[in-house]
Structures are given as C-alpha cells and as structure tokens.
C-alpha cells in the first residue's frame, strides 16, 4: 500500500459546480497537510496547509482532516476554468527533518 | 519578482550520455531539493542540500548526483541516463527543512527530459 493515495481522475465537471478533490493515508504520524496545484507544465504550487484535524477555509477553497479515518478533502465551490490543474496531496510528520510525502494527482478540468 | 528558474525547460539525451539539469534561485533560501515526476506520479524526492550539507535518498540511484557551488545554484547530474530516468525534474527551494510553517516549498517549471 502506496503511503498516499489519490484518485488520479480526471475528473471533468462543468464551471461554477462544486469539486471535491481526497486523499487517504496510511501513516497516522503525518501531522500537516498540504495541497498544491500545478497546472500544465509548471512546478507544484502551494495552495493550502492544515495542522491536525478539522477544516480550513480560503476563499472559494476549503481544506479538510480527518485524522481518525486517515482521509483529507479540498473542496472547490463556484468552480472555474481557471481552476483546471492537478491537484496534488501531501503530508508531512510533526518532527524535525519530515520529509513532505507528495499523493500523485487529480488532474481537474472545469468546462466553460 | 523572486523566484525558482530551470533550465533548460526540455532536454532530450541519448541513452547513455550524461546529462545536467539546472536550478537557480532569488528567494535566497537555505534548502534546495531535487524531484523526479514521472507522468501520473508523485514527485519523488531525490536528495536535498541544507546549505552545503547534502541529504540523499536511500532509494535513488547512484546514476543521479547533485552539486550546489553557492546558494543560487543547483545542478542534478545524471551520469547515464537509461529509458526509464525519462520524466520530469522538478527543483524547489524552502528557507529551512523543519516545520511546515517555514518548509512551504516553492517550486521551479520543471525540466522534461527525454531520453532517447
């Protein structure tokens, strides 16, 4: 079992509909998540960070964490064309010299 | 505008030939980390520097090496490169490895290699 897993998609949806992008786990020690977008032949860029359980809201982005059943979500609403990238997961223990653990992908594309 | 810088954005080499990627930076940060993404993976991380001090992987390769000169600059050398080292190589740069608050890492536009 891969240490994080994420449905590589893609997943098409038409514009303003509500995405929801999820990652699961195996590791209980990952303490922070994060998620990065990368659109088209460019590098990852962060787009949010949680620590522990719970939720996190940013605009139109909402990260969740559940630690319990080892299971993270990033909620799109009011999507965009702008928004069609990859979407990728990754978490990170709570120690020094963590490394981040990257899940593979979501490749998203919102339809005008 | 400070930022992460690859070049060159593609490389095509010949099975065998040895090949240098490169990354520069303006941000000034203490990290630089090399990934290899392979289509519909996850970065996989190669090695890192903390300033001069070089961290690899257990699992790469000894074909993959890096050199870090001064703290703009960062090179991934492949020594020969099989068909299977075809993939994009992402560098990024963090100001510290520690926690995720200072580790938020910043990522260049990658160098898709080909390899023939």
């Known amino acids: 079992q891969k240490e994080v897993e994420q449905d590589p998609g893609p997943l098409s949806v038409p514009e303003g509909a509500i995405v929801s992008l999820n990652c699961t786990y195996s590791n209980s020690a990952f303490q922070y998540f994060m998620w990065y977008r990368q659109y088209s032949r460019k590098g990852p860029e962060l787009l949010m960070y949680?620590?522990?359980?719970g939720n996190k809201e940013d605009g139109r982005f909402t990260a969740q964490v559940d630690k319990s059943s080892k299971y993270i979500s990033l909620f799109i609403r009011d999507s965009q064309p702008s928004d069609s990238a990859t979407y990728l997961c990754?978490?990170?223990?709570?120690?020094?010299?963590?490394?981040?653990?990257f899940g593979p992908g979501t490749s998203l594309s919102v339809i005008p | 505008d400070a930022m992460v810088i690859q070049n060159p954005r593609y490389q095509v080499t010949q099975f065998g030939k040895p090949v240098t990627l490169s990354c520069s930076q303006t941000l000034n940060h203490n990290v630089m980390y090399w990934y290899q993404q392979k289509s519909s993976q996850a970065p996989k991380l190669l090695f890192h520097?903390?300033?001069?001090?070089?961290?690899n992987e257990a699992d790469t390769p000894d074909n993959f090496q890096s050199r870090r000169p001064n703290t703009s600059f960062c090179f991934l050398d492949i020594r020969s490169p099989g068909l299977g080292d075809a993939a994009m190589y992402l560098c990024?740069?963090?100001?510290?490895?520690?926690?995720?608050?200072?580790?938020?890492?910043?990522f260049g536009p990658g160098t898709r290699l080909t390899v023939l």
């Open positions: 990754a978490m990170k223990g709570g120690t020094s010299y963590d490394k981040v653990i």
């Open positions: 520097y903390y300033d001069k001090d070089f961290n």
């Open positions: 949680t620590y522990s359980s």
């Open positions: 990024a740069t963090s100001r510290r490895p520690w926690t995720v608050l200072t580790n938020e890492q910043f």
